[in-house]
């Protein structure tokens, strides 16, 4: 038996662990992490500008690390002065050692952190939801602002599991099979008898820092893949996240599933993106 090679066990990995993808379009500057309770993953800091951080359907309720100073706190008020008068809040404490600022949106459960100083050393932070810690290394890199979203597969399908009866369960089980075949079909050499394969190479308008060309379009089994490939044709290093390319195709149909070979690129490197839609027009 052939075994796959170890980027297509990655992506069948990730693929195995979605039922679908309903993700709204997103912005260019936008990190989707997946995460899991004490493992660390890395994503970029803007050194120019406040990086959010949010978990993907759920809140943020703690952070550590080394902070300089931080605004999720109320400041604390002085003892009442003689005569009654309440005393002055107390500017919050900094720890001169600190390496980032943060700032909280208490309502939305998200924070807003900046790096202090000229250094290059990674910032490690630790992210606390109501469910599990995540441990982030963030390399600090002269980009715009943007977003870093930590999603956690395994409290998502616990939610799931808690909530779906089991013929839905089997249903999305099923759909998730159907899924990683096509995957399976688009990143290997071997397609099956069932799924029509046409070569295309055709240039597909993306962002002015990428190349972007769809390579092969697979049809078959109520399903229609799109394999792309990507260059980072810019000088700094890019992010990819997948609801980057949950967008409008020739053949038409939803998105039901988007996977990405390598989500980190150098100047010059290159990527493949697989795009699988349901019912699509023939």
Known sequence: MRVPNPSLRRLTAALAAMSALAAAPA???LQLLDASDGVAIE??????????????????????????????MPPPVLPAQPGGVPGAGVTPAV???????IECDREKGEIYVRPIGEGTKPV?????SAQATYTLLLRRADTPADTIVIRDRSVAEKKIAQSSPCPAANGAAS??????????????????????????????????????????????????????????????????????????GDAGGEVAAIAIERHKLRPGEKTRVFVIRQGARP
């Open 43 to 72: 994503a970029i800091l803007s050194i120019r500008e406040p990086t959010r951080i949010r978990i993907e359907e759920g809140r943020i309720v703690d952070v550590f690390g080394n902070i300089y100073a931080s605004g999720c």
């Open 124 to 128: 490690n932070l630790f992210v606390s």
């Open 175 to 248: 759909h998730v099979r159907g899924l990683k075949a096509m995957l399976v079909a688009m990143a290997g050499e071997q397609v099956p008898s069932d799924i029509a394969v046409k070569d295309i190479e055709q240039p597909v308008v993306l962002w002015r820092e990428a190349h972007f060309q769809l390579e092969r379009s697979y049809r078959g089994r109520g399903l229609v893949g799109e394999r792309y490939r990507l260059q980072n044709v810019s000088d700094k290093p890019m992010v990819l996240a997948e609801p980057e390319f949950d967008r409008a």
């Open 95 to 101: 720890n001169p050692a600190g390496e980032v600022v």
């Open 27 to 29: 912005a260019q500057a």
